[in-house]
């Protein structure tokens, strides 16, 4: 007799065992062994990844099938037998970077950082500019504006006052949001004030994951009330540009990557050659120069790793 086989989701994994929620229930599973024969140069599975799953007469499951990612959250991991492809999180339907607009201040540059990784790793984007109640809506808008002009999806929040929060709720409904930035800057109160008891699964998860060690710990998708989920991701700091080379960085900054074509050599580095657009836009005003300076950095970073 065959067994009946349910599509779900994995929503925690830890230990080698995996929560899969289907449409009828929340099935703890396990890998069937046939999937982990042969050598594999990357994680089989990972929360957000799309199962197939048979259910054995005591309730618990084994994973059959691992569907296709469409994308994916990936940390390079060193090993004796070369590079391991360690999956953070499988199928995001967009990375939500939270930045406080004072109390921490702003670290613009991590943000640029994390906007490349996103880029790179093909994840659509959203800022969070929170404690917008302590500095006021113009002076935040004159920190975190210029990435709306690039293209970028900004939202104002402040968890104190309620502001934005609606439009927060709204753009992670239905989704699988990524969440992530630097320690102080709200993300918690902010999930709290959008779903009560939120934000301390978000500080709980995030707190284990940063005193355990890559694999060790667990990983978990936390439900939305209105649908969808989120995954708390620290460690997009820790995340290198591990396929990059210095001439493709350019294409991952909109901004750059649509003067480049104007530039007069092919192979402009932008930091130095006549008749560079990109040159031409920051002198001019129309590339914002802290940008520039964020490309400029990271451009050298990944020349001095040659």
């Known amino acids: 007799m065959n067994e009946k086989k349910h599509a779900g989701l994995i929503i925690k994994s830890q230990s080698g065992f995996f929560d899969v929620q289907t449409e009828e229930s929340l099935v703890s599973c396990q890998l069937r062994g046939r999937l982990k024969q042969g ?3 990357g994680d089989i599975l990972a929360v957000g990844d799309r199962v197939i799953i048979s259910i ?8 059959e099938e691992v569907l296709p990612r469409e994308r994916a959250i990936v940390r390079m991991d060193p090993r ?25 201040s702003p670290r613009l540059r991590m ?16 800022i969070v500019a929170n404690k ?23 939202l104002y929040t402040s968890a104190e006052e309620k502001t934005g929060i609606d439009i927060l709720r709204y753009t992670l409904e239905g989704k699988l949001s990524a969440l992530a930035g630097p320690s102080g800057v709200g993300k918690s109160s902010l999930m709290n004030t959008m779903q009560p008891g939120l934000g301390l699964e978000v500080e709980e998860i995030s707190q284990a994951l940063n005193r355990g060690k890559h694999t060790t710990n667990f990983r ?7 649908g969808g989920y989120v995954a708390d991701t620290p460690g997009w700091k820790s ?9 493709e960085l350019d294409g991952y900054f909109p901004e750059i990557a649509i003067l480049v074509p104007q530039c007069r050599f092919n192979d402009c580095s932008h930091v130095h050659e006549p008749g560079c657009a990109v040159l031409e836009a920051v002198n001019s005003g129309k590339l914002h120069q802290q940008r520039f300076e964020s490309f400029l950095r990271m451009r050298d970073g990944l020349s001095n790793k040659r």
């Open 239 to 247: 995340l290198a540009l591990w396929d990059t080379q210095p001439e």
């Open 220 to 226: 978990q998708l936390l439900p939305l009330e209105g």
């Open 56 to 63: 054995l007469p005591e309730g618990t499951g084994m994973i």
């Open 39 to 41: 050598k594999h140069k």
């Open 111 to 126: 943000l640029d950082r994390f906007l490349v990784i996103a880029e790179q790793q093909e994840i659509p984007i959203v």
């Open 80 to 104: 004796p037998r070369g590079l391991y492809k360690q999956i953070l999180l499988a199928n995001p339907d967009q990375a939500v970077f939270v930045f406080a607009c004072t109390n921490p």
């Open 132 to 154: 917008v109640d302590l500095l006021g809506k113009e002076k935040a808008e004159k920190l975190f504006g210029h990435y709306k002009e690039i293209g970028y999806k900004v």
